[in-house]
């Protein structure tokens, strides 16, 4: 059912928004977290039914959440945006992205390991540059800009086993539906078993498409 | 004679200025870092009171980042305000900080559900940017002399007693 908001819906199941501009442990945690962390299971952990396409295996559960225009205005306009704010974010297509570490090992969520194509061209997501230019252009509140940071999926995660992490990718409002090859390298140097994943068609919704 | 001294009194002299910290398995989804120095907070909590965490040193400091629209932090708030009842008798100081909400957001929210917790607000987030949580809600444990020694990454249910015993732990 989409019937809630993108961040809305991803808030109310998954474990928590991400940092799109942190990313990685540093070097310098890796070793205490080694030696000092227990597993970090996910205590709100999503569950089944999945409302969107996803993959599952025993190393790693992927998710997608399309959502319409209106239900991504619906909730930056009760977040306090501005029209014009409102304006920019309908152009573009949103999808909610869940992605949760089932292995033993590090897993490497780095959106340039990723490739999205449609209509036998490739297509970048609209990440925190695009994002931040915009803002700029139309002098968004400091306020807003940090929400809409929170809500977005980041580019790069050193995700710890049973870490979750989730947030919204967005593309150009143009594309009507898209391939994704999700490629994960694992490992604390990233040179374990490489995990891809693949997702067909995945669709770009208008607002019709949701009633 | 005096040589031989020296090791067992610098081995003296780190067990007792090495800050206490727990020495129990740690509760699910805590992890234990390295001890950076915690960034400056600086905030006025919703009452317009100022609060300034360089002042606050000298005990264990639960330094909690949420915002209302955030589905896990919603339904952690509550368990963080069953908690704190529960740990009156430790050394913690509970430090709630909204990111980047107007006051009347964050009292519609709280009023219903924490009704006790009186947060701080950070209006513009960017007290948040610096602290560089990997997400929302995240928990940062600082230690009496101002580092972070552990972090706690998504939402749980803070009032049950392996994290209680865990935060107790900390002296």
Redesign the interface.
């Known amino acids: 059912m989409h019937t809630q908001t993108c961040a809305k819906y991803y808030a109310a199941n998954n474990n928590f928004m991400r940092n799109p501009r942190q990313p990685r442990l540093t070097a310098r945690f890796l070793i205490p977290l080694l030696f000092g962390m227990q597993t970090v299971v996910p205590c709100y952990a999503i569950e089944k039914p999945y409302p969107g396409p996803y993959f599952e295996n025993a190393q790693l559960l992927m998710i997608l959440i399309p959502h319409t225009p209106e239900q991504m205005a619906a909730f930056y306009e009760a977040r306090g945006f501005p029209k014009n704010a409102i304006e920019l974010i309908t152009e573009t297509c949103f999808i909610t992205v869940h992605i949760e570490n089932k292995g033993r090992q590090v897993t490497w969520l780095d959106t340039a390991n990723w490739r999205l194509i449609s209509n036998n061209r490739a297509l970048a997501i609209l990440g925190t540059d695009y994002w931040n230019r915009k803002w700029e252009e139309i002098d968004l509140p400091q306020a807003n800009r940090s929400t809409f940071y929170w809500t977005q999926l980041p580019a790069v995660v050193d995700l710890q086993p049973d870490e979750p992490v989730g947030g919204n990718i967005v593309l150009p409002g143009t594309v009507r539906d898209f391939h994704l090859e999700a490629n994960f390298m694992t490992g604390r140097d990233q040179r374990g078993e490489k995990i891809q994943v693949n997702f067909e068609r995945v669709a770009c919704p208008r607002q019709a498409d949701s009633q | 004679m005096k040589s031989r001294k020296a090791p067992l009194l610098m081995l003296l002299l780190l067990l007792f200025t090495t800050p206490c910290t727990a020495t129990e398995?740690?509760?699910?989804?805590?992890?234990?870092?390295?001890g950076?120095v915690a960034p400056a907070l600086k905030l006025n909590n919703i009452d317009g009171e100022a609060y300034d965490l360089s002042t606050t040193g000298g005990h264990w400091r639960f330094v909690h980042f949420w915002?209302s629209?955030?589905?896990?932090?919603?339904?952690?708030m509550p368990s963080i305000q069953r908690m704190i009842p529960m740990l009156t008798d430790s050394d913690l100081e509970f430090v709630i900080v909204n990111?980047?909400?107007?006051e009347d957001e964050v009292f519609s929210f709280l009023g219903i559900v924490a009704p006790d917790l009186v947060p701080l607000m950070d209006?513009?987030?960017?007290v948040?940017?610096v602290w560089?949580?990997?997400?929302?809600?995240?928990t940062f444990l600082v230690d009496p002399s101002g580092r972070i020694q552990y972090l706690a990454?998504?939402?749980?249910?803070w009032d049950q007693p392996s994290y209680v015993a865990f935060l107790r732990s900390l002296k």
Do not use: F, H, K, Y
């Open positions: 398995p740690l509760p699910t989804g805590v992890m234990r870092i390295n950076r915002a629209w955030c589905g896990p932090c919603r339904r952690e990111t980047a909400e107007t209006s513009d987030g960017l948040t940017q560089e949580p990997r997400g929302l809600p995240s990454l998504g939402g749980r249910e």
